[in-house]
């Protein structure tokens, strides 16, 4: 029987002895995994917000569009604010469901 646990940064559930969440890419705990890659900055709507934000683009994919068209259901954004129209509001990390995204646009590698 397989064990179990619920990923904390997007609650699916998910092997135990997974060391990055299959759904949302977040690094769960210490091993031997891919750390080779780049920070992409993007900038995303949703249906009603607007997030600017760092995606982490694995090595093995060599653009942002293979992060966001890859199977996983979440996209993760690191140091991710949120545009209001006054000003910018501070989220930190921030998993977004591919399905509520309309549009991202690429703004450079960090």
């Known amino acids: 029987m397989e064990h179990i646990k619920q990923c ?9 002895k997974a060391i990055i969440c299959r759904y949302c890419h977040s690094i769960l705990g210490s091993g031997a ?3 080779d890659g780049e ?11 607007i997030y600017i934000g760092d995606v982490f683009v694995p090595q093995h994919m060599e653009r942002v569009s293979d992060v966001i068209n890859d199977t996983r259901h979440f996209i993760v954004l690191i140091n991710a604010k949120e545009e ?5 509001v501070n989220i930190g990390i921030l998993a977004i469901n591919k399905n509520i995204i309309e549009w991202v646009r690429f703004i450079g590698y960090k």
């Open 8 to 16: 904390p940064f997007c609650a699916e559930l998910i092997n135990d």
């Open 33 to 35: 995994i891919e750390k």
């Open 39 to 49: 920070l992409a900055r993007v900038r995303i709507k949703t249906n009603d917000k």
């Open 84 to 88: 209001t129209k006054t000003s910018e």
